[in-house]
């Protein structure tokens, strides 16, 4: 099953805007990641929170973990074209599970 | 260095046919994994080394995928008699070593697979 769950699942705004995307999850975890996805292909890493930690911030990303509600948000801030991607975000393998576990996404489709 | 390469890009096999898809880590990265994104789903976990460490192979659809990593650094996942079910994009990702909890995975770009 799936442990992060990230809405909305599809996401349009203008560039410039602030565009936020939450996950959701079902089991504690030590940490949590958010990775893009362009066109179908290979992830890219964004960023990483600590089950200690409640914000991160790397450039325009923002990222909050609150694991009283199990759940996180990433905000791009001031949005441009090349951020139209897929946003997953992933946990530490809940359960036990040996690798990540990934939720379905969020296609963000920044209109120019 | 270079980044998690995956061969091929693409490939199209006709249904029953067996499939090898191919994983160079980044150098020095003794954990490898593999996952798999099926049309419009998240990424599945199913299987990771951890240097030559014999898998967990519990997380394999079935008993028609294996997978093996030589020398502790190139892996291949193959797929015996493929079904149109096992069309998917297959993700290769590599980590300094396999840690709990995980750190950061580096993804290569994937192999699209279609079987018809």
């Excluded at chain 1, 009283?68 to 801030?77: C, H, N, P, W």
């Excluded at chain 1, 997953?88 to 296609?107: R, S, V």
């Excluded at chain 2, 199209?12 to 880590?25: A, F, I, Q, S």
């Amino acid at each position: 099953s799936q442990q992060g769950e990230e809405d909305p699942q599809a996401l349009s705004i203008q560039e410039g805007e602030n565009a936020t995307m939450n996950c959701s999850y079902k089991t504690s975890i030590n940490n949590l990641q958010w990775y893009r996805q362009n066109s179908g292909r290979g992830l890219v890493h964004l960023i990483l929170i600590r089950s200690n930690e409640r914000e991160k911030h790397s450039g325009r990303l923002r990222v909050t973990l609150d694991t009283s509600k199990k759940s996180s948000s990433l905000l791009i801030t001031a949005s441009r074209a090349a951020d139209t991607a897929s946003y997953f975000c992933a946990t530490d393998g809940g359960g036990g599970a040996d690798g990540l576990t990934f939720g379905k996404g969020t296609h963000l489709i920044i209109q120019p | 260095g270079a980044g998690v390469s995956q061969s091929p890009s693409n490939k199209v096999t006709e249904k029953g046919k067996d499939v090898e898809l191919r994983c160079d880590p980044i150098s020095g990265h003794t954990a490898l994994y593999w996952y798999r994104q099926s049309l419009g789903q998240g990424l599945e976990f199913l299987i990771y080394f951890q240097g030559n460490s014999a898998p967990d192979k519990s997380g394999l659809p079935s008993d028609r995928f294996s997978a093996e990593r030589t020398g502790g650094s190139v892996s291949t996942l193959t797929i015996q008699r493929t079904q149109q079910e096992d069309s998917a994009v297959y993700l290769c990702a590599s980590s300094l070593a396999w840690t709990k909890p995980q750190e950061t995975q580096y993804f290569g770009p994937g192999t699209r697979l279609l079987v018809l």
